[in-house]
């Protein structure tokens, strides 16, 4: 996908969503193991050489095999039919990287960077990405650089992305649904949840039956194999509906369902969450929710949230109505060109719990 144009590049001819062919082939090249370790930072203006312990740890420095690799890569548009030396590199078996560098001025394809702001120039081109159980993703960027005769700067800005440019903007891989990179993938989370039932009661104490069914709302999801950072697992941006037998719910919400893994890679539960709090007018809530029972006269806006987890075939979670304040500044951003912005104010106006 290539991104619209920016306030620092815009990119061309190719626009909105294509396709890309990547080819990566072995030719010789050299083969080496990069071995990295952390030393202790030394206070400045110290002369002491003494190496020290770890400083911190985890993924930011991991010891990695690299391979000098050719990478042929072409868009269907024509903006891109380079063939460049690239570096394969990898510190765990389940996946590489891949990083490549292009010369804007000896490009073969039609791809045109240019930069938006007045002293700034492009400097070259990153192709940087990955592969895993046969998928890929990746993205390319600008290196720009500033000068004005008297200060010099440097910037990055990404101007295209594959398989999806926004899916897996907070971390992790992006891979198809059907791959298994740990002991389980995002289609068997959603295959185990895809119809589950449970007991819902409300907040006044009466109870009803409550049938929960899931189903992707994206081709891929964002796979992490664990580290010091963040845990093995993954999320998946899903579509929940949630059906109540008394008819106070039909109700059709996003939400990110998040599936945590164990040491071996197998699956322990599965969390989800509303992916938005922003509603509609109150008038207009029972229409678009298919909720009914709840008075949010007064507010703003009236929004559902639900939360919850997805174990071994069966459910427990939470569905709230909220009644949101929304401040002029939110609504209009330009009537508040000073910023300061209070933000949005919500009101629990009820809702109920379900459990197996």
């Not at 868009?75 to 039919?81: F, I, V, Y």
Request: charged share 20%; hydrophobic share 40%; net charge negative.
């Amino acid at each position: 996908m290539w991104a619209p144009p920016g306030d620092m590049v815009n990119a061309g001819p190719e626009q909105g969503e294509g396709e890309i062919t990547i080819d990566v082939a072995y030719g010789g090249g050299a083969i080496r193991f990069v071995e990295s370790r952390f030393v202790e930072s030394r206070p400045r203006g110290s002369n002491d050489e003494t190496e020290g312990g770890p400083a911190i740890a985890g993924d930011l420095c991991k010891s990695r095999i690299e391979i000098d690799v050719e990478l042929a890569i072409a868009t269907s548009g024509g903006a891109l039919a380079e063939t460049v030396p690239a570096i394969l590199s990898s510190s765990d078996p389940r996946h590489v990287a891949l990083e490549a560098e292009l010369d804007p001025d000896a490009l073969s394809g039609s791809l045109v960077v240019t930069p938006q702001r007045e002293g700034w120039a492009l400097a070259d081109l990153t192709i940087r990405g990955g592969m895993a159980a046969g998928a890929s993703w990746g993205s390319i960027d600008a290196r720009l650089e500033y000068s004005d005769g008297e200060a010099v700067g440097a910037g990055f800005r990404s101007f295209a992305s594959w398989p999806t440019a926004e899916t897996c903007a907070r971390g992790g891989l992006p891979l198809p649904l059907d791959t298994a990179l740990l002991a389980f993938s995002a289609a068997d989370v959603l295959a185990e949840n895809a119809e589950v039932a449970a007991t819902f009661t409300w907040d006044q104490g009466t109870t009803t039956r409550i049938a929960l069914s899931l189903e992707a709302a994206d081709d891929v999801a964002c796979v992490s194999l664990g580290g010091e950072f963040d845990e093995a697992g993954m999320r998946i941006p899903a579509r929940l509906h949630l059906v109540t037998e008394d008819g106070r719910v039909d109700l059709e919400t996003d939400v990110d369902v998040y599936a945590l893994a164990d040491a071996e890679g197998r699956l322990v539960d599965a969390s989800f969450q509303s992916v938005r709090m922003r509603g509609v007018a109150p008038d207009d809530f029972e229409a678009t929710y298919g909720i009914t029972g709840f008075d949010a006269s007064g507010y703003d806006e009236a929004s559902p949230i639900v939360r919850g987890t997805f174990t071994g075939g069966s459910s427990t979670g939470a569905l709230e109505v909220l009644g949101l304040t929304v401040p002029e500044c939110v609504r209009d951003p330009a009537s508040n060109p000073g910023g300061g912005c209070e933000g949005i104010d919500s009101t629990e106006l009820g809702g109920g719990t379900w459990a197996p």
